[in-house]
């Protein structure tokens, strides 16, 4: 996408942000928006071009380190719930609870019986947040393994960016049929009660702006000061049922 044309594209969805966020804290509403991605699939990104207009005191961004040995002994979702949003609140978390879908089954951090455990019980959980009034919106960013290559490569060569190495990223590529094995997983056993948007990610500009217009035109806030463009089936689908179509991921 052209630059001129993303800033002039970015510049009205952000806009609309600052409406929908009005209207979030009028209401008292309670949003909260997943993120979930290979490593250097944008999710930095998509979060910050989210975020940067917003309210600070209403907005929150979310990105748990390691959990400590507490957090391992505790309730597997606790290290998340105090991060939940409150009244009038919107928390963006920069991966979630899903790490167990993914990170953690794919390197071995966790049992095969807390992976399945997990997948079993996060509809619950999830239902629960729901039923209690909570707005969730959960996102996939799905990339090629050529994109990964590249943007991984580019961490390593940009000196503004060596923040974001972590040892997992030296095995990313390696392990890319098991991430793919475990997402697909994720994706199919996980979308109830409430489905996966999944975003074709591989062009950050159109990644970035299908997020922020998606959220738009989920949550009616009475009308935005700018028009909001159709949903694009080509870049985002909704993974809310086990047999939605595979061949709109990256293989």
């Known amino acids: 996408m052209d630059k001129t044309l993303y800033r002039a594209q970015l510049l009205d969805a952000q806009i609309n942000l600052v409406d929908l966020q009005r209207h979030i804290i009028a209401r008292d509403l309670r949003l909260l928006i997943l993120f979930e991605g290979r490593d250097s699939s944008g999710k930095d990104g998509v979060i910050k071009r989210i975020s940067e207009h917003q309210s ?65 019980d996060v509809g619950a959980f999830e239902k629960i947040l729901i039923d209690d009034g909570l707005i969730l919106l959960k996102y996939y960013l799905d990339i090629s393994k050529d994109e990964q290559i590249s943007r991984l490569e ?24 098991d991430y793919s094995k475990a997402r ?25 702006l299908t997020v922020i217009n998606d959220i738009l035109r989920t949550i009616d806030c009475g009308g935005y000061s700018r028009p909001v463009p159709v949903h694009d089936i080509d870049q985002l689908q909704y993974w809310g049922k086990p047999d939605a179509s595979g061949t709109f991921l990256a293989p």
């Open 56 to 120: 600070p005191r209403e907005t929150r961004v979310v990105a748990l380190g390691k959990p400590s040995e507490r957090d391992r002994s505790s309730w597997y979702f606790q290290r998340w719930t105090s991060y939940l949003p409150a009244q009038g609140e919107t928390a963006l978390f920069n991966r979630s609870w899903y790490n167990r879908a993914g990170v953690e089954k794919v390197m071995g951090f966790c049992s095969d019986a807390q992976y399945e455990s997990f997948l079993a």
């Open 154 to 177: 580019d961490r390593r060569q940009n000196p503004l960016k060596t923040w974001k190495i972590s040892p997992i990223d030296a095995v990313a590529v390696a392990k890319w049929d």
């Open 184 to 208: 697909n997983r994720m994706l199919t056993d996980t979308c109830q009660p409430l489905p996966w948007r999944v975003v074709k990610a591989d062009n950050k500009r159109v990644a970035r």
